[in-house]
């Protein structure tokens, strides 16, 4: 089954401590992302990857790092994070090639205290 | 100005009605254009492309003007099933709108 997952689905943490967001796709894309949703603002990107080692700022990274070593996966990490990174973040990935549809993963809901 | 603005809604409309959302965005050279579906607490999915000639999927219509730059989605014949967010996404970059939210009464 053609899928995108996340890990861990459900996290609350504090201020500081280091996390990663697992993301890994099976769908051969090239193409992947991170978003975070908050109420009133929509889905904003945070940061993007066209391939392997190719690795792009979206609309809000401050806070975030990323790192695609493999196509498949593509980790969110926060080396330190801070309440106002408390969102529910989104993985995606789509092929390259033409207009086509963007696959999402289930969602991680974070909580920093 | 956003790049993609939506009208939040709620729109709350009865069963069977017609309901039709529009969305905008700024970039006038923006080539692809995207209505998504997102249930509550569950990630976006594609409700369908949007062509330039406009293009119709069983009760769902898109239409897309190019010279005022906006994108619209109409439903017919709504069914509870579609209470949800709708989201316009623009270009391959995936601007998103914020969320038109509606909800279906009996």
């Known amino acids: 089954e053609a899928q995108v997952t996340q890990n861990p689905r459900y996290l609350i943490t504090v201020t500081g401590k280091k996390l990663t967001v697992t993301c890994s796709q099976n769908m051969n894309h090239e193409y992947m992302s991170w978003y975070r949703q908050d109420p009133g603002l929509g889905l904003r990107q945070i940061y993007y990857s066209m391939n392997v080692e190719v690795t792009d700022k979206g609309d809000v990274p401050e806070g975030y790092k990323v790192s695609r070593k493999e196509k498949r996966n593509f980790p969110l990490i926060l080396e330190s994070p801070s309440p106002n990174q408390t969102s529910l973040y989104f993985c995606?990935?789509?092929?390259?090639?033409?207009?086509?549809?963007?696959?999402f993963g289930p969602g991680t809901r974070l909580t920093v205290t | 100005r956003k790049e993609v603005e939506q009208d939040p809604g709620p729109f709350n409309v009865p069963e069977g009605a017609t309901v039709a959302f529009n969305c905008t965005y700024s970039n006038s050279a923006s080539q692809s254009f995207f209505w998504y579906r997102q249930d509550c607490r569950k990630e976006p999915k594609l409700l369908m492309s949007v062509y330039s000639s406009g293009n119709e999927d069983g009760r769902f219509t898109a239409q897309l003007n190019r010279a005022s730059q906006y994108i619209s989605l109409l439903i017919r014949d709504s069914k509870l099933s579609d209470s949800a967010t709708y989201l316009c996404?623009?270009?391959?970059?995936?601007?998103f709108g914020a969320g038109t939210r509606l909800t279906v009464k009996p």
């Open positions: 996404v623009v270009n391959n970059d995936m601007r």
């Open positions: 995606a990935s789509r092929s390259i090639a033409g207009e086509v549809e963007q696959y």
